[in-house]
């Protein structure tokens, strides 16, 4: 489930598809969400690597945006404040807590990372941040800090939201795979759901209930990938992000698997194309799979 | 709780199951069942006239309760007793009515007769024999769950479930009595036995099911269910006869003697007539909705989490909950939107009924369109016929757009406001009642456990907000009429008894 959702991140074509028939749809959401984030963070990593691109970012930024600025083991929230001059020389100017201005020469901008707000209203504060050893076996310790402390929403997950809790938050998982290794931790580390604990502020998914559906707020988004846990969901919802790539995930033992499978056989009959996508995955002979793409 | 263990032991049961079928032989029902299936065949459809659907109707609901419950064919539960009273005189009846099948009939009513001293136990043995002796912890899964208690007291080691119950759990041994076409296709698409027997009469054909549900998926999900063994000769009564499709043995609604039946339970009833859709409940209920402009009803959805919600009555179907309640106004939510109302309730309604009527009024006698017409000029920008209609309907409170509103009174010559505010109390009103019944209702079902709904079908739920008679029925249907029927309002939601042997024959 966790390459199925790397790979979907990882196409091209945003108007994907892939569908898949499961015996149980326990962890195949919040798996496949754990791929999406993970590969979506590497397309397009938050932390910048390019200075003179990061550099032209911060130029146009507006003043008041929220930043974090690393520095070594801390990581200061922070307001940007502008590219200034002192003495003849350009600086880097912002804001941490206590209103204090802070000034730091141009080629240190990497350092100074969005967090993805358009403002923030919050108290700014300083933090020893550390990883959690989950999620930094599988991104690296930078990438980790980076993860947890900017907001984007790459994925969103429509389900049941008690379902999806208790997936993305209960057991350990291993990244070595060995229990011996204390580096465990829970999917949501990786999913950053926004409506589960720890994640509110920094979050790079949104579980949208399938019950009652997105808010104005989600509905105007643009995800990346949208993950339907459940036929129900994609029956109702799956009008609602049409330039999104979609994985649909259906529990073959609830009665809405067959109204699913007939919508998702109508979009298979309209296809556009078909997608190699699933070719470059192995899948277990107790799912079935297909992946199209649907017409704009 | 379900934990990452337990959901990849499902997946390698789809991966590992296998299946078998068991062919249970029995010449007493054997003989029974194929008689029943020649008069059938003789009389064609004739069988649904007056005089023979008293007499094939209680058969063919026999036969289907002796091919799904392993209990012993004289059995309380299956009430051969009962039928053979009801229905062999009125067989020995044919040498006046129908001579040319007196002698069939006549066979068929000695049949009955001896069927109901007959204390073998068919499919109970083949359960029995199929467990290899031991029924410790073997599920026993039934097509029919409304003799599952009786089945349950007969098979105290064994857990005895319907397929929606084996759904949510799993075992190393199953036994389905009846042939696979009988079940949902879940079972076989979504294994939950390790090992799942499939015991059933040898003279039923089965059909293999179809384990794939993705269109155009390179991998196909296994079906492991073992061919058909040859039947015993040793066993069955000789000579063999032909093999009957499984399928037809499943009960029909006979909706024309259902809507029949429906007019004379009911009564007259009052209120204008209103096209409305007849559904049939596996609690044996009848119930009548309202379909027109967009009517809604309420469903309770029993998936991952328990789920009630309000839905176009034009899209419920087989399987789905519906929420009914049992005694009393069927709106319920319009009688706890009173209760919520207190004393204002009274005066508020005098208002929305006083309206109503002067709108009701303008359009028989100026007709639709030219009400439309008006109102569009006063400034309506919904003014269509069948909204307009739905406004003058009772089970409407208001338009929802205060410009439509505001037409609408200048009209009929009410004051807009203050009629608005009124109508938007009793809007509110039925709001938070929608809220209340919804919560409190998953609130009982939660409490009173759902196994008991998923077994039988059905489950009356005391939901103590609600004043007055009734509970609120949560149950399956099982059939939805073809046609509409114009039905008095005051007959809508009221659920009403339907015979078995209209929707069991």
């Given amino acids: 489930m966790a390459r199925c959702g790397r790979q979907l991140a990882r196409a091209s074509s945003p108007s994907v598809t892939v569908g898949l028939s499961v015996p149980a749809r326990g962890y195949a959401a919040a798996f496949a969400a754990a791929g999406v984030t993970i590969e979506c963070d590497a397309l397009r990593p938050m932390a910048p690597d390019d200075l003179d691109l990061h550099l032209a970012t911060l130029r146009e930024t507006p003043p008041g945006t929220p930043i974090k600025y690393h520095a070594k083991d801390q990581i200061y929230d922070g307001r940007w404040l502008g590219i200034c001059e002192v003495d003849g020389i350009e600086m880097l100017t912002f804001e941490t807590k206590q209103k204090v201005t802070r000034r730091l020469p141009l080629h240190m901008a990497l350092s100074i990372r969005l967090t993805g707000e358009t403002a923030s209203t919050g ?68 999913v950053r759901a926004r409506e589960l604990l720890g994640a509110k502020r920094y979050y790079r998914s949104i579980i949208v209930p399938s019950a009652s559906g997105p808010g104005t707020d989600v509905r105007e988004m643009q995800p990346h990938v949208v993950v339907f846990d459940g036929g129900r969901a994609y029956v109702r919802w799956r009008h609602v992000w049409p330039r999104a790539r979609q994985l649909v995930i259906i529990d073959r033992s609830l009665p809405s698997a067959e109204e699913a499978a007939d919508e998702l056989s109508m979009a298979f009959a309209e296809r556009k194309a078909d997608s190699a996508l699933l070719g470059k995955l192995k899948l277990p002979p107790a799912i079935e799979a297909v992946s199209f793409e649907r017409h704009a | 709780m379900t934990s990452l263990g337990s959901v990849s032991e499902l997946y390698d049961i789809a991966e590992t199951w296998e299946g078998d079928r068991f062919l249970v032989e029995h010449p007493v029902v054997e003989q029974f069942s194929a008689a029943v299936g020649a008069l059938l065949a003789a009389l064609g459809e004739d069988q649904h006239e007056d005089f023979w659907a008293g007499i094939t109707r209680p058969l063919k609901r026999l036969r289907w309760l002796l091919a799904t419950t392993p209990l012993p064919v004289n059995h309380p539960a299956h009430d051969v007793r009962g039928v053979a009273g009801v229905v062999a005189p009125r067989l020995r009846q044919c040498r006046h009515t129908a001579p040319a099948l007196a002698e069939q009939a006549e066979g068929l009513a000695d049949i009955l007769e001896h069927l109901w001293a007959c204390g073998d136990d068919p499919l109970g043995d083949a359960v029995r024999e199929a467990a290899d002796g031991s029924l410790t912890g073997v599920v026993l899964l039934l097509a029919d769950g409304r003799l599952a208690d009786s089945v349950a007291a007969a098979f105290g080691e064994s857990r005895v479930l319907t397929a929606p119950q084996l759904l949510r759990t799993r075992t190393p041994r199953a036994i389905a009595i009846g042939p696979s076409s009988w079940f949902p296709p879940a079972i076989v698409r979504a294994p939950r036995a ?58 029909r609604i006979e909706w024309g003697a259902v809507t029949r039946a429906a007019r004379r339970t009911v009564g007259a009833g009052h209120g204008e007539p209103v096209p409305a859709q007849l559904f049939i409940l596996v609690s044996g209920d009848g119930v009548y909705l309202d379909v027109k402009d967009g009517a809604q009803a309420y469903i309770a959805e029993l998936e991952d989490e328990i789920n009630v919600r309000q839905v176009p009555v034009s899209s419920l179907s087989e399987g789905t909950f519906l929420i009914v309640r049992t005694e009393g106004e069927g709106d319920y939510i319009r009688e706890l939107a009173d209760s919520l109302l207190g004393n204002r309730a009274a005066d508020l309604r005098a208002v929305q009924a006083r309206w109503k009527e002067k709108l009701a009024t303008e359009l028989e006698e100026r007709g639709a369109r030219a009400v439309c017409r008006r109102l569009t000029r006063l400034g309506a920008p919904r003014a269509r016929e ?12 208001r338009p929802n757009d205060p410009r439509d509103f505001a037409a609408i009174c200048e009209m009929i010559g009410e004051p807009a406001d203050e009629l608005w505010q009124a109508m938007s109390t009793i809007f ?10 919804r919560k409190l209702l998953v609130e009982e079902i939660r409490k009173a456990d759902s196994a008991a709904l998923l077994q039988r079908g059905w489950y009356d739920y005391d939901v103590e907000s609600i004043e007055g008679e009734g509970a609120l029925r949560v149950a399956r249907i099982v059939g939805r009429a073809p046609d509409l029927a114009d039905v008095p309002r005051s007959r809508l939601r009221k659920p009403f008894r339907v015979s078995e042997d209209l929707w069991l024959g």
């Fill in chain 1, 123 to 190: 108290m700014l504060r300083a933090k020893k941040l550390t990883a959690s050893p989950l999620l930094r076996a599988m991104i690296g310790e930078s990438r980790a800090l980076t993860f947890m402390t900017t907001a984007r929403a790459d994925c969103l997950i429509v389900g049941t939201l008690n379902l999806l809790k208790e997936d993305l938050t209960s057991g350990t998982l291993f990244a070595s795979g060995d229990p011996v290794d204390a580096s465990g931790g829970t999917l949501q580390e990786i």
């Fill in chain 2, 194 to 251: 390790e090992y799942l027997t499939f015991a059933y009469f040898g003279w039923l054909r089965d059909r293999d099911p179809e384990p794939g549900l993705l269109v155009g998926s390179p991998t196909t999900v296994r079906s492991a269910i073992a061919k058909p063994p040859a039947r015993s000769t040793s066993r069955a009564r000789l000579p063999l006869a032909p093999e009957v499709d499984a399928s037809e043995w499943v009960p």
């Fill in chain 2, 386 to 397: 069948d909204n307009v209609r739905r406004w003058a309907s009772p089970d409407s409170i």
């Fill in chain 2, 428 to 437: 509110v009103a039925h709001l938070q009642a929608g809220n209340e019944v």
